[in-house]
C-alpha cells in the first residue's frame, strides 16, 4: 500500500472505533482543552517580547543579543526537539506528550525569574523552545481523531484562537502585571543577585501551565486514532518520502508558510518596542492595548476563517487553500501601513485589521494538513512545518529585522521603516505561493474522497 492510498484512507473509522459526533462532550472538551495549552504555550514564548526594554537596560544587551533570545535560542531547540517528540506522539500517547512538555517548559519560565545573564536567558528560552515543538503537532493530531472531519475548521478555529490569542494575551497579562508590580523595589537574593520587578512576571506565568499540565492528564481521554494503517507509525524517512511525493502540494506550501512565518516571527517580536520607539508607550501601556486589540482581532478573524472554510467547502474541493491564500493576502496592505501611520491608534488598528484577516488562514491551514497525511504521520508531518517555519524565519526573522535597523536604518528610531518594508518585499512573494498550492491540493483532496468512496 502506498503513502497516498494511507493517506486516502486517514479519516476512515474503523468498525472498533466510532466516530465521536459533533455534539460528543469528549471531543470538544479535548478540543478546548489543547486549546489552553496552546495560549500557555504563546503566553511563555511571547511575553519576552514585551521586555526587549527593560532586558536591554537592566542586563546591558543589544537589539541583536535580544533578537537571538527572541530567535535562534528558541527555535534552534525547537527544531532540535520536534522531531523526537512528534515520532514519541505517533507512535505513543499524545496526551502524556503535551503534558510532559507543558510542564517542562512552564518551569523554564519561573526560571528566567531568576535568570541573570544573557547565558541564562538563552538556556531557559532554549529549553521552552525544546519542548514546545511537542505540544503542536500533537494537539492537532489528537483533534483530528477527537472531532467529525466536516467540524475540523471550527475545531481547529478553537484551538488555533488559543494558540494566535496567546500571543495576545501574553503583552495583555505581561503588562498588566508589570503595571502591578510597578512599584515593587529590586529584590536582592544571596547567592543569585537582583529580581527585578519585570522578572517576576516570569514566576506568576510559568506556575498555571503546571497546575493545567495535572488537569489535562487527569481530565482529558486519548482519542482512538482513526484509519491507522501501520501499526507503530512511520519513520522519518516514510515522512519524508511522503511529502517529497506530494511536492507539487507541499513545496509551494512550504515555501508560502516560510514567507508568512518570517513576517509573523520577524515583525512580531518588534511590535511592543516600535510602538515604545515611534510613539512612546511604554510596556505597560503598550502591552494591555496590543494584547487586548490582539485577542479580539485575532479571535474574531479565527471564527470568520472557520465559517468561510465551512461555506466554501460546500462549493469548491479546495476550499482550505482558497481560504489560506485569501487571508494572507488581505493582510498584506494593513501591514505595510500600519507602522506608517501618524498616530498610535491608528497604527493599531492596522495591526488589529491586519491580524484578524492573517487569522483567518489558521484553521484552513491546519484542516488541510491534517486532511492530507496518514493518521500516524500527522504529528511528524506537522512538525516538519512547524520545524522548517521556526529554524529558518523564528530564528533569522527576528535578528533580520534587527540586523535592517542597526545597520542598514541606522538609528533604532527607523524601525517603522524596516517592519513597513519588510512586509512590502515578503507579503506579495508569499501570496504568489500560496495561490499555486490550491490546484495541487484540490487534486489530491479528490483524488482521496474517490478511493474513499465518498
Request: charged residues 10%; proline residues 6%; hydrophobic residues 50%.
Amino acid at each position: 500500500m502506498t503513502a497516498s492510498t494511507q493517506a486516502a484512507g486517514a479519516e476512515t473509522p474503523p468498525a472498533s472505533a466510532p466516530l465521536i459526533d459533533g455534539t460528543s462532550y469528549r471531543g470538544w472538551y479535548t478540543v478546548y482543552m489543547t486549546g489552553l495549552v496552546a495560549v500557555m504555550s504563546q503566553i511563555d514564548r511571547g511575553v519576552l517580547a514585551l521586555f526587549v526594554q527593560p532586558m536591554k537596560r537592566d542586563f546591558h544587551l543589544t537589539d541583536t543579543q535580544v533578537s537571538i533570545l527572541l530567535g535562534f535560542a528558541f527555535t534552534f531547540f525547537y527544531v532540535v526537539g520536534g522531531p523526537p517528540l512528534s515520532r514519541l506522539a505517533d507512535r505513543g500517547v499524545r496526551k502524556s506528550v503535551i503534558c510532559g512538555c507543558l510542564a517542562v517548559w512552564s518551569c523554564a519560565t519561573a526560571f528566567c525569574t531568576i535568570a541573570q545573564s544573557f547565558w541564562a536567558y538563552f538556556f531557559a528560552r532554549a529549553v521552552i523552545g525544546g519542548t514546545e515543538a511537542g505540544c503542536g503537532p500533537a494537539s492537532l493530531s489528537m483533534i483530528a481523531d477527537a472531532v467529525p472531519r466536516n467540524r475540523l475548521p471550527l475545531a481547529y478555529a478553537i484551538y488555533n484562537s488559543g494558540f494566535v490569542g496567546g500571543g495576545a494575551l501574553s503583552l495583555l497579562i505581561g503588562g498588566v502585571l508589570l503595571g502591578l508590580l510597578a512599584d515593587v523595589q529590586p529584590i536582592h537574593l544571596a547567592g543569585i543577585g537582583v529580581v527585578h520587578n519585570w522578572q517576576l512576571v516570569f514566576l506568576m506565568l510559568g506556575i498555571p501551565g503546571l497546575v493545567i499540565a495535572a488537569l489535562f492528564f487527569i481530565t482529558v481521554p486519548e482519542p482512538t486514532r482513526r484509519g491507522g494503517r501501520k501499526q507503530g507509525g512511520y519513520s522519518l524517512r516514510e515522512v519524508i518520502g511522503f511529502v517529497v511525493e506530494h511536492r507539487a502540494l507541499h513545496l509551494p506550501f512550504i515555501i508560502a508558510t516560510l514567507l508568512m512565518s518570517f513576517q509573523v516571527y520577524g515583525l512580531g517580536a518588534w511590535v511592543p518596542a516600535f510602538f515604545e520607539r515611534t510613539y512612546g508607550w511604554g510596556p505597560a501601556v503598550a502591552g494591555p492595548l496590543l494584547g487586548l486589540f490582539g485577542m479580539i482581532s485575532t479571535t474574531i478573524g479565527m471564527f470568520a476563517g472557520a465559517w468561510f472554510a465551512s461555506w466554501l467547502a460546500k462549493r469548491h474541493e479546495d476550499a482550505n487553500m482558497r481560504v489560506y491564500f485569501i487571508a494572507q493576502a488581505l493582510a498584506i496592505p494593513f501591514g505595510i501601513i500600519g507602522p506608517l501611520m501618524p498616530n498610535p491608534w491608528l497604527s493599531l488598528g492596522c495591526v488589529a485589521i491586519g491580524g484578524a484577516a492573517a487569522a483567518m488562514a489558521s484553521p484552513a491551514f491546519s484542516a488541510a494538513l491534517q486532511l492530507t497525511t496518514p493518521n500516524e504521520m500527522r504529528s511528524q508531518v506537522t512538525a516538519l512545518y512547524f520545524i522548517l517555519a521556526n529554524a529558518i524565519a523564528g530564528s533569522l526573522g527576528p535578528t533580520l529585522v534587527a540586523l535592517l535597523t542597526d545597520y542598514v536604518a541606522g538609528s533604532e528610531q527607523d524601525l517603522r521603516y524596516v517592519m513597513s518594508g519588510f512586509r512590502l518585499v515578503l507579503g506579495p512573494l508569499g501570496a504568489i505561493f500560496m495561490w499555486k498550492t490550491i490546484a495541487p491540493y484540490g487534486r489530491l483532496y479528490r483524488q482521496q474522497r474517490l478511493a474513499e468512496g465518498a
